[in-house]
């Protein structure tokens, strides 16, 4: 409750006093480097989350949220579910 919300695209004012449903935040790693591509601001994954989805044009979203762009010769990857 007393963290300010951010909109998660830089679109719209940072609200005070909001209640939370689901706070988090995403990075995005190049995962042979290790290098950082992207990070957003913590958020209500309530109201804007989503799936992880990986564009042809190489944008990488988490539902409505920009997350960044993938970097040359890193394709996605999901572990393996045992």
């Not at 300010?4 to 679109?11: I, K, L, Q």
């Not at 209500?44 to 989350?49: A, K, R």
């Not at 409505?64 to 394709?75: A, D, F, I």
Request: proline fraction near 7%; glycine fraction near 10%.
């Amino acid at each position: 409750m007393f963290h300010v919300e951010y909109p998660p695209n830089d679109e719209g004012k940072a609200r005070r006093f909001s209640f939370w449903e689901v706070p988090g935040f995403f990075r995005l790693y190049n995962h042979q480097s290790g290098e950082l591509i992207g990070e957003t601001v913590i958020y209500d994954l309530e109201f804007s989350g989503g799936p992880l989805r990986w564009y042809r044009s190489g944008e990488v979203w988490v539902g409505m949220t920009y997350l960044g762009k993938r970097v040359e010769n890193c394709s996605p990857t999901m572990p393996e579910h045992k």
